[in-house]
């Protein structure tokens, strides 16, 4: 990783990855899905090959292949179901790692609900990200992920 090997600026809506107080399986789907992002963005990037080949590096232990493949199926769902541009931070930017985009933010909330079994706001998270469309394939996915990965309770969610 580099330390500034991009031209992303900091927008409204922005906030850095402290802020939100993410947990190591929460960091490593973010980390996982901006690589999935940047693939589709620039598919010559191989980004993806990063991702699924160092899947142990980013769920150590049991499973790390499946978990990276349930991240990969949350990116999937919510792609098609978007009308405008998903903004994420290049994983390969040591500066825009520690930016967390709004659009981001709505994605890391998904799993935080549905690893915390807040299926209310899990759903509210999906409809920010599905811009109104279905969100019922997005959900599933994030409850896969969620139920590989086990439940987070947290007394608190930034919101942003």
Not at 58 to 79: Q, T, Y
């Amino acid at each position: 990783m580099t330390k500034r090997n991009c031209s992303n600026r900091r927008a409204q809506g922005d906030l850095s990855l402290e802020a939100l107080d993410v947990d190591p399986v929460e960091f490593a789907f973010l980390t996982a899905a901006r690589y999935f992002c940047l693939s589709f963005q620039e598919p010559q990037s191989g980004a993806w090959v990063t991702a699924m080949l160092g899947s142990e590096c980013f769920f150590p232990g049991d499973a790390s292949a499946e978990k990276m493949r349930r991240a990969l199926s949350v990116v999937h769902e919510m792609r098609p179901s978007r009308q405008s541009t998903f903004w994420f931070s290049n994983p390969r930017c040591e500066e825009c790692t520690a930016i967390v985009t709004e659009h981001e933010r709505h994605l890391l909330q998904l799993i935080q609900h549905a690893r915390a079994r807040r299926l209310s706001m899990m759903s509210s998270s999906a409809m920010l990200l599905c811009e109104g469309s279905d969100t019922e394939r997005l959900r599933a996915a994030a409850l896969g992920f969620a139920d590989l990965t086990g439940a987070h309770v947290r007394h608190h969610i930034v919101a942003g």
